[in-house]
């Protein structure tokens, strides 16, 4: 089993940053990738970003240049630093890991409430 606990969200004004923590415990020998998803009110939840234990890094287009994700080298935290944000980035956020067993087995962690307000 693996565990995940994101922390960092918080109310922010428009143009600020925010930066997620997302905790990883567990059987994380076979974690081959974590990603980043959000989901608005209404809203189907989204791919936001994803991080390869090599550091391979991808975003869906709407936040390329905005955010950043890392992890450490111990492969048992990721982060997303989230510049320039828009009231249109107000979501919950969930860290999401996934191994490279076939089919793959995924974890997910209770989201953290990012809202971006004036």
């Known amino acids: 089993q693996v565990q995940l606990a994101e922390s960092g969200g918080g109310l922010v004004r428009p143009g600020g940053s925010l930066r997620l923590s997302c905790a990883i415990s567990?059987?994380?020998?076979?974690?081959?990738?974590m990603r980043w998803y959000r989901q608005a009110p209404d809203k189907q939840r989204e791919l936001v970003a994803t991080i390869t234990r090599a550091g391979v890094t991808a975003y869906t287009n709407s936040v390329k240049g905005r955010f950043t994700v890392s992890k450490n080298d111990a492969w048992n935290a990721v982060y997303l630093q989230m510049n320039s944000l828009k009231p249109e980035d107000t979501a919950v956020y969930y860290c999401?890991?996934?191994?490279?067993?076939?089919?793959?087995?995924?974890?997910w962690g209770q989201g953290t409430q990012v809202t971006v307000s004036s």
């Open positions: 567990g059987s994380i020998g076979n974690v081959d990738a």
């Open positions: 999401h890991a996934s191994d490279s067993r076939q089919p793959p087995y995924d974890w």
